[in-house]
């Protein structure tokens, strides 16, 4: 192997290792917090604004600095990307695009999940479920519209792709939804966590600009969680037909999601183009393999499938 693709290989291995610190240490601390309350606050287990804290704060608060420190250095701001308009119609676009993945991704998440649950007779949970029928919306609105999009996107998207971008930009979309999606820690989520990072991964390296990946996030998790959660609530489970305009409403936002879904299928089969990126960046040509054999990388989706795959064994 030569000098070169000695230093690609250390430089890919650190990502790798900076997103293996990023979920041990986020795994690691809320577990031990969640032990700690166990012993000493058993009621605060109950609550919903502390599951959901246990959720969101030691990930920005210890994992993500873990992250950082571990990154290797940023580029010359030489080396930055172009900045680049999108264009409302092609924003637009590509925001129905990710439901294209969205939807889909979902049912092949829970279609596995369920399928595994039946094989071994456990079912590992259903965390998004969880977080949009339990959490207040007071809790969760500010936490998947504001937080998660800005950090997630500034993590997978401006930080990786900035260290990535310049050697291979093809390798570069794949490595960060890959990671995107592992990081959600569940089958559920990971293939249309997975989808939706291809997309918005193409649109940073397209055009320099991460407030629209910020944007078409906030919009994704928006209409999938918020307005979901907020039209479910108004649905009275117990007798369901004794008020028809909440279920009604609810009804009909399903149906625009179908169609939406649809809409983004087509679209995506329609800008295939979008997803090939060959501007004379991708130097690793048949090495494209490298990044994600480097032992940083491996140990990070070993721990993330091991993780998962213990919520289907017998404790």
């Not at 676009?93 to 049912?107: A, D, E, H, Q, T």
């Not at 078409?216 to 959660?229: D, E, I, Q, T």
Request: aromatic content about 12%.
């Amino acid at each position: 192997m030569t000098a070169y693709w000695k230093r690609c290989r250390r430089h890919y291995g650190r990502l790798g290792l900076a997103l293996l610190l990023f979920y041990a240490v986020t795994s690691l601390s809320q577990n031990l917090c969640y032990i700690a309350c166990m012993r000493f606050a058993p009621a605060l287990t109950h609550q919903c604004w502390f599951t959901s804290a246990l959720a969101v704060l030691p990930t920005y608060l210890l994992g993500f600095p873990a992250f950082l420190l571990a990154l290797p250095p940023a580029p010359e701001r030489a080396q930055l990307p172009e900045k680049r308009r999108l264009g409302g119609r092609r924003f637009l676009v590509l925001l129905l695009c990710c439901f294209g993945f969205l939807m889909p991704g979902n049912l092949i998440g829970r279609g596995l999940d369920l399928l595994i649950s039946r094989m071994t007779g456990i079912g590992s949970g259903d965390p998004l479920n969880a977080l949009v029928t339990e959490t207040p919306l007071w809790l969760l609105a500010p936490v998947t519209v504001l937080v998660a999009p800005v950090m997630e996107e500034l993590c997978f998207r401006k930080l990786l792709l900035d260290r990535m971008r310049t050697i291979d930009k093809p390798t570069a979309m794949l490595y960060s939804a890959l990671a995107f999606g592992l990081m959600h820690g569940n089958l559920q989520q990971f293939f249309y966590a997975f989808g939706v990072g291809l997309i918005l991964a193409g649109i940073y390296l397209r055009t320099g600009r991460l407030w629209y990946c910020i944007l078409v996030h906030m919009l994704v998790n928006f209409m999938g969680s918020v307005v979901v959660m907020l039209l479910y609530n108004g649905v009275n489970l117990s007798d369901p037909f004794s008020d028809l305009l909440p279920l009604l409403g609810l009804s009909i936002y399903c149906l625009f999601l179908a169609a939406v879904t649809i809409a983004g299928i087509v679209l995506l089969i329609r800008n295939r183009d979008f997803f090939r990126l060959r501007d004379g960046t991708d130097r690793l040509g048949t090495h494209r393999w490298l990044p994600f054999l480097t032992p940083g990388f491996l140990a990070y989706g070993i721990a993330v499938v091991g993780v998962a795959a213990v919520s289907y064994l017998p404790l």
